[in-house]
Structures are given as structure tokens and as C-alpha cells.
């Protein structure tokens, strides 16, 4: 995966030797490619994952020709340190005073992050801007649009788009999670096909469909501004 912005005249080369850490602390989530087109199941990693576990080697390049090569060297080595460490942090979002992003800036570390998680083969956990989907629909559980093609956009009885009683009609779930938990935000030791899941039949019984980890659903789980 290769990401130029403009505006920041970086570019980011991610090689993946070997995939996965052997022992890890996981949250819920959705892999690229997976859908209808190629299969709900796919579970994307970069090229050279046999299966057997191992450690994900992704090298970071920052273009020297760049006019803010200097300014975007801590923020890399920031971006390095927080995928070596695999553990979320909340709250991680913070405002006013405590943000020091000023308006019309791009916050580079933020975004890099971001797309560094896509370099290992994460989507998004939500449907994000796509063919159907605007505005705050963006923001329910990432599926497919099953068998009538149309997406459903039900937020059940707490208006919380994105959250365990989510009313989605036939839309197809390809967001993982911890069998009997439905928590995005909770972490799971050593995550595997015994204790993750896209089937909404492992849902707890409270569930109607998968959580994600939208803003508004954190809050209601205990986790605000995350």
C-alpha cells in the first residue's frame, strides 16, 4: 500500500515479511476485501502470513524530498511506537485547549496511524463513505448489502447507529467480534476462530447485530471521547 498526501509530501511503503504477533491484545474489526465480491470471510494480511503466527515487519519510508521532512520525523517514530505496542488507549480524543492541531491543518500523526492500520490489512469497522451511504449511515457496522442490494439503516431503540441493537434487515455483518461480548472496545487476549466471530448467531442474547467502534457508540459503552 503506498499513501501520498500532497499537502505533507510523504510517502509511506509498507513490505510486510511475516504476519501476526504471536500473543496480542485485540479489539473488534473488519478486513479489506472482504464482502460479497471476494467473500464475507476473508481475513486480509499482508503478502508472506503462512498461518502460523510470527512477527508483521512493515517498513516506513518518508520521502526526503519532501519540505517537511524534519517535522514528520517524531511524529513517524510516534506512529512506530504506537503499532509496536498493539494497545489502545482511552480517551485518545481530546479538544480545545489539549488539542494543539489548529484549524486547517492535517493532523499528520493521526492520519498516518490510520492508514498504517490498512497497510496490515484492516478496513474500516464501519461502511464508511460508499456507493448508498452518506452522512451519519456512514457510521453503521460494516457490512454488505445482501440479497435486496440496499443497505438498512436501523438504529433500534437507543439511536445509536452503530450499536448492538442495530435493526440492519438481510445486510451481510463483516465485522469480527468477541463471541458472547460485542464489545469493540474490550480486549481480548490471543484472539483466534475459538473466540472471534462474524456470525450473528454468537451475538449475546441482548445483540441484535455487531458493534462497532463508532464515537457515539464508546460513549455508551463507558468510553467517551474515543
Known amino acids: 500500500m503506498i499513501l501520498q498526501r500532497t499537502s505533507k509530501k510523504l510517502l509511506i511503503v509498507c513490505i510486510a515479511v511475516t504476519a501476526l504477533m504471536p500473543t496480542l491484545n485485540a479489539h473488534a474489526g473488519a478486513f479489506i476485501f472482504a464482502g460479497e465480491g471476494n467473500g464475507l470471510d476473508i481475513i486480509t494480511h499482508p503478502s508472506g502470513y503462512t498461518g502460523a503466527g510470527g512477527v508483521l515487519n512493515v517498513e516506513v ?3 526526503s ?18 503499532i509496536n505496542a498493539m494497545t489502545a488507549a482511552t480517551p485518545n480524543l481530546f479538544f480545545g485547549a489539549n488539542n494543539n492541531i489548529p484549524s486547517g491543518v492535517v493532523d499528520f500523526e493521526s492520519l498516518t496511524l490510520h492508514e498504517l492500520g490498512h497497510c496490515t490489512g484492516l478496513a474500516h469497522p464501519n461502511l464508511g463513505v460508499q456507493t448508498g451511504v452518506s452522512g451519519a449511515n456512514t457510521n453503521f457496522t460494516n457490512t454488505g448489502d445482501g440479497a435486496n442490494n440496499i443497505y438498512a439503516f436501523g438504529a433500534g431503540t437507543d439511536t445509536v447507529i452503530g450499536s448492538e441493537d442495530d435493526l440492519r434487515d438481510d445486510d451481510q455483518n463483516l465485522h469480527w467480534f468477541e463471541m458472547g461480548t460485542n464489545n469493540p472496545f474490550a480486549l481480548t487476549a490471543d484472539p483466534d476462530s475459538s473466540n472471534y466471530s462474524r456470525d450473528q448467531a454468537d451475538l449475546p442474547g441482548s445483540s441484535s447485530f455487531a458493534a462497532n467502534a463508532a464515537r457515539d457508540v464508546g460513549t455508551l459503552l463507558g468510553f467517551p471521547n474515543t
Open 65 to 82: 524530498g519532501g519540505p517537511d521532512v524534519a517535522a514528520i520525523v517524531i511524529p513517524t517514530k510516534n506512529i512506530i511506537k504506537e
Open 61 to 63: 519510508c518518508i520521502d
